[in-house]
Each structure stands twice: as C-alpha cells, then as structure tokens.
C-alpha cells in the first residue's frame, strides 16, 4: 500500500486534526497561540509530517534536524535527526502508516534519535532502531534508541 507522507501546514486545520491524536499537548497548544497572535504564516517551515486517508489526518510525527554543534549522542558529534510524537490513530494502525513515516525520516540520510513510547520498542526494532545504554541519559527520562544509516559506522554513545 502506498502511502504518501506530506509536509503538514501549520495552519487552524492541522490543529484541529492534531486534536485526535493522544500526543497533543505543549507544542500544538504554543503553535495555536502563535497562530491566534498571527506571528506564524500557513506555510511557516513546519517540523510536521503527515498521512491522509481521504481528507483525515490518520498519522503524524515530527521531525527535528539537530545540528552537530548540539549534538550530545554520537561520537563524532553529527547532524541528525530527532524523531518524536509518531502517532497513528487507532483505526488506523498495523497498516503500515507507521512504517511510511519512519522509512521517509530515514530518506534523509542521516542518523535518527527517537524516544519511543511504552509498548512501542517492537515496533522501532523492527525498523532498525537499536537501543542506546548510558545511564545518565535514561536518569533524564529518556530512553533513546537510534538508526543509522548504511554506510554510516555505528558510533559509541558519547559518554561525558
């Protein structure tokens, strides 16, 4: 099944659609206030991506490019990109939306960091990704896993 993942515009309907996901929160909530205070424009640069089934926003995630410069996982520090609030709504998961998202974040080329839900950890092996052990990262919270691309060495989690 082809399903095609599209920039999402940051504009009232996307926030709308965003209400149906679990993940709403903080970052929707602050670009609304921006919306309503007119201080970002529809086509705004936005870190969200998108699959539509008819004209329903069926699943989302969000996608960061970090700069080597804040780079605190890999050793070389690199460009990479961090990957978060992957969400399909319910109806539509185990088809493969999930998957599309994930494989156009790893079209970019570069290394992926994303802290997966509770439950989730299967479906991120499946994609590639590897768990990260350092301890002090997990003390933050996080519990990150990553991917690398072919022909990319694998690189030690930096320790600090």
Do not use: C
């Amino acid at each position: 099944m082809d399903h095609k993942v599209e920039k999402l515009k940051i504009n009232y309907k996307t926030l709308e659609d965003f209400k149906e996901f679990k993940g709403y929160g903080h970052q929707e909530l602050s670009m609304l206030e921006d919306l309503e205070a007119n201080m970002i424009e529809n086509d705004s640069d936005s870190p969200f991506y998108g699959i539509y089934f008819g004209d329903k926003l069926v699943a989302r995630m969000s996608l960061y490019r970090v700069g080597a410069r804040f780079d605190r996982y890999f050793d070389p520090p690199q460009d990479y990109l961090e990957l978060w609030k992957l969400e399909v709504l319910p109806d539509y998961q185990i088809k493969g939306y999930g998957s599309a998202l994930v494989e156009f974040a790893k079209s970019f080329g570069l290394p992926i960091k994303t802290n997966p839900r509770i439950k989730s950890q299967s479906f991120w092996e499946k994609m590639g990704f590897t768990p990260v052990h350092y301890e002090v990262e997990r003390d933050l919270g996080e519990n990150p896993l990553v991917w690398y691309p072919e022909g990319v060495k694998e690189q030690v989690y930096r320790q600090e």
